[in-house]
């Protein structure tokens, strides 16, 4: 099979809100034709499964003859091979045959679309099945940083409705993914009573959601819940103007209820949210760092075989502060749980009490000081134990 060359440093494809792909963090700019530019994102997308050359000619050429289209599909993917050879680079992007071509399995190719949608889609599991502790709101908070805009903005064939189509498909399943998960993140922030959170969140849903009335009603909530009485009304007013002069419509019952909510709004402090967290200390300052720790703990809380977690490491290196960081991001309730702390003191009944808890679910959440002396209570990361 031939190839076209590519370097051995990770592909990064940007799709969402854009159309950027780096090699090396040096930046694709050969692609001179706009058809060798679509043809590119299709094989991104879709190349790990093995594409027809015919299929190929007959999406981006539907109406010229089948050898012509196959010489123009080769003539495109000439353009592709000649972009990336301009980085320098030496191994192969593709593998083509007479009849096929596909992405090369061994490369590394980080596209935004895909991780988004993946993402997505296991959250999607997620919340449709058993009832689990905590949320992984560290896993929603980067795939919604992830989505920049909609796939492919500016990227249309006039001359080519299949792969229009192909487009107009993966944004809408995109967008519906951006919108649900942006809904999530600001229920949680409206739960905990983070106002101040919850603003921008909302701001970005309606960005990708302007014909939802219940996106500026909720914004509206968000704005008075901290005193911004002026600026809620003014986004009624913009909201009102938006559905009866582009939808053509008069407003519904959130935009009503909103117009409620702004005539009863006083300039004293939002009622206290129904939500209790646990009885965690906050933060002076802001939590940096150990993202890789973070990340597992969250899907740790998340697990309901996980009866006992321990966190161990030398003194002053952020047992406490991760622990507590945790716990209150996973947002738990004061009633039926509790998060444990060892002092230093009681390193030495550590393991007794963790062998004798983990099966009861009771207390369920242990951190301890004890370090690297925890393999025997279940799988291990750095830094990071659990018992199941």
């Not at 959130?254 to 004293?268: D, H, M, P, V, Y």
Request: with cysteine; aromatic share 10%.
């Amino acid at each position: 099979m031939r190839a076209t060359p590519i370097c051995s440093s990770p592909l990064t494809v940007k799709f969402l809100g854009d159309f950027k792909i780096q090699v090396d963090q040096q930046e694709i700019s050969g692609l001179s034709t706009l058809k060798s530019k679509a043809l590119l994102a299709y094989l991104l997308m879709e190349g790990k499964k093995a594409q027809a050359r015919s299929t190929l000619a007959a999406i981006f050429w539907p109406d010229a003859p089948e050898q012509t289209a196959l010489h123009n599909l080769r003539q495109a993917l000439m353009v592709i091979k000649k972009a990336f050879d301009q980085t320098g680079c030496t191994e192969e992007l593709f593998l083509s045959s007479r009849e096929a071509i596909t992405l090369n399995p061994t490369l590394t190719i980080e596209v935004d679309a895909l991780t988004f949608a993946q993402g997505m889609e296991e959250l999607f599991r997620w919340m449709d099945g058993p009832p689990r502790r905590g949320f992984p709101i560290r896993r929603l908070q980067s795939l919604i940083d992830l989505y920049q805009g909609e796939f492919l903005p500016h990227l249309s064939l006039p001359d080519t409705n299949d792969f229009d189509d192909w487009v107009v498909l993966n944004r809408e399943s995109l967008n519906r993914q951006a919108i649900q998960g942006l809904s999530w993140l600001l229920q949680y922030h409206e739960n905990r009573g983070e106002w101040h959170l919850a603003c921008p969140v909302a701001q970005k849903l309606i960005r990708f959601a302007p014909w939802d009335e219940q996106s500026h009603f909720r914004f509206i909530q968000c704005l008075l819940a901290l005193s911004h009485n002026s600026a809620a009304s003014a986004h009624y007013q913009t909201a009102v103007q938006y559905f009866r002069n582009e939808l053509q419509v008069e407003p519904g019952h959130f935009l009503n209820a909103a117009k409620r909510s702004i005539e009863k709004a006083t300039a004293s402090a939002p009622a206290a949210s129904s939500f209790q967290t646990a009885a965690l200390p906050h933060f002076p300052t802001a939590f940096i760092g150990r993202a890789r720790e973070l990340d597992t703990l969250e899907a740790w809380i998340a697990d309901p075989h996980c009866q006992i977690i321990t966190l161990t490491g030398p003194g002053g290196s952020g047992k406490n502060a991760s622990g507590r960081f945790s716990g209150r991001a996973a947002g738990f309730s004061v009633s039926g749980r509790r998060i444990l702390c060892f002092p230093g003191k009681l390193q030495r009944y550590t393991t007794d009490f963790c062998q004798h808890f983990a099966g009861t679910g009771y207390p369920d959440r242990t951190k301890s000081g004890r370090a690297g002396r925890t393999a025997g209570l279940g799988r291990t990361t750095p830094g990071v134990a659990r018992a199941g």
